[in-house]
């Protein structure tokens, strides 16, 4: 494993994971409850199948907890492959 693997780097990429929440209040419900997690600063959701969300933060932050938050909330949270430079 590598810091880029494991973590969201701040900065305009990003880190683009996918969800099995599908309602309008459940998106809501996560972007809200994502931006509580110190060190996210956005979260943006492709609403389009499948469904995904991208997390901009301002420092780096463990997927781990981005998991976390979103499976306390009864979804998943499956983080996408790494960008490339």
């Given at each position: 494993?590598?810091?880029l693997s494991e973590?969201?780097?701040p900065?305009?990429?990003?880190k683009?994971?996918?969800?099995n929440a599908k309602e309008a209040?459940?998106?809501?419900?996560i972007r809200e409850?994502?931006?509580?997690?110190?060190g996210v600063k956005n979260v943006v959701f492709n609403d389009d199948f499948p469904i995904?969300?991208?997390?901009h933060t301002t420092q780096m932050v463990e997927i781990k907890e981005v998991e976390k938050m979103v499976k306390s909330l009864g979804f998943h949270a499956?983080?996408?492959?790494?960008?490339?430079?």
């Amino acid at each position: 494993m590598s810091i880029l693997s494991e973590n969201v780097i701040p900065g305009n990429h990003g880190k683009v994971f996918g969800t099995n929440a599908k309602e309008a209040n459940d998106l809501r419900r996560i972007r809200e409850n994502l931006l509580k997690v110190e060190g996210v600063k956005n979260v943006v959701f492709n609403d389009d199948f499948p469904i995904e969300f991208t997390v901009h933060t301002t420092q780096m932050v463990e997927i781990k907890e981005v998991e976390k938050m979103v499976k306390s909330l009864g979804f998943h949270a499956i983080p996408k492959g790494l960008f490339s430079l």
